[in-house]
């Protein structure tokens, strides 16, 4: 079954505790994304990647990390986390960039982690 | 920049009636723009997509969407709501550059 993958799906943890919370796809898709959703803001993507070492910044990076060297796996890296952080996340994949002909686009995401920072 | 905005926090509707989702949007080129629904307690899920060629297009579930890129629109619609319908609308815009930005959300409450 094609699907994302995030794990762990809940996580309480205290405040500069470093965590890291895997995604994993199983479509071959190039492109990865991590997204935080908080009531009244929506989604706002932290970072995205286009493939294998290749890692933007999203609207909200500050405070994450994240690296693709694998081109399945997206792991979103919270090196000493603050209550600030405390949200739902998502990870989602896509097979084609914006701008390649005869794409889907479109993204496919995992069933959110969420995560509380004490 | 590029933004969404999606200006009705909730929106209510009958059973039956037809339904109307707004989102509107601002992005250098051309818009890439999608719909995903998300029910509670669960991930975001793909309803439909603008990429280039007709306006009016179709997605899942009988939803259907217009691009108008002279009022920079892409509203949501479906000419009869049902009550599994209710859950809560994200509409975004994809650039060149891979970001995306999504809008605020719209929950969608259908009357029985």
């Known amino acids: 079954e094609a699907q994302v993958t995030q794990n762990p799906r809940y996580l309480i943890t205290v405040t500069g505790k470093k965590l890291t919370v895997t995604c994993s796809q199983n479509?071959?898709?190039?492109?990865m994304s991590w997204y935080r959703q908080d009531p009244g803001l929506g989604l706002r993507q932290i970072y995205y990647?286009?493939?294998?070492?290749?890692?933007d910044k999203g609207d909200v990076p500050e405070g994450y990390k994240v690296s693709r060297k694998e081109k399945r796996n997206f792991p979103l890296i919270l090196e000493s986390p603050s209550p600030n952080q405390t949200s739902l996340y998502f990870c989602?994949?896509?097979?084609?960039?914006?701008?390649?002909?005869?794409?889907?686009?479109?993204?496919?995401f995992g069933p959110g982690t969420r995560l509380t920072v004490t | 920049a590029q933004s969404v905005a999606q200006p009705e926090d909730q929106v209510n509707v009958a059973e039956g009636n037809p339904l109307t989702v707004k989102c509107t949007y601002s992005?250098?080129?051309?818009?890439?723009l999608f719909w995903y629904v998300q029910y509670p307690n669960r991930g975001l899920q793909f309803l439909l997509k603008?990429?280039?060629?007709?306006?009016l297009v179709k997605g899942s579930y009988g939803f259907e969407a217009e691009f108008n890129k002279s009022q920079t629109s892409f509203h949501l619609k479906k000419p009869s709501a049902l009550v599994s319908d209710s859950a809560l609308y994200f509409c975004?815009?994809?650039?060149?550059?891979?970001?995306?930005?999504f809008g605020t959300g719209t929950k969608l409450q259908v009357i029985p």
């Open positions: 989602a994949s896509s097979s084609s960039m914006a701008g390649e002909e005869g794409g889907t686009y479109e993204q496919y």
């Open positions: 479509m071959n898709h190039e492109y």
């Open positions: 990647s286009m493939n294998v070492e290749a890692t």
């Open positions: 992005v250098s080129g051309n818009p890439y």
């Open positions: 603008y990429i280039t060629g007709d306006n």
């Open positions: 975004a815009v994809r650039d060149y550059y891979q970001k995306v930005t």
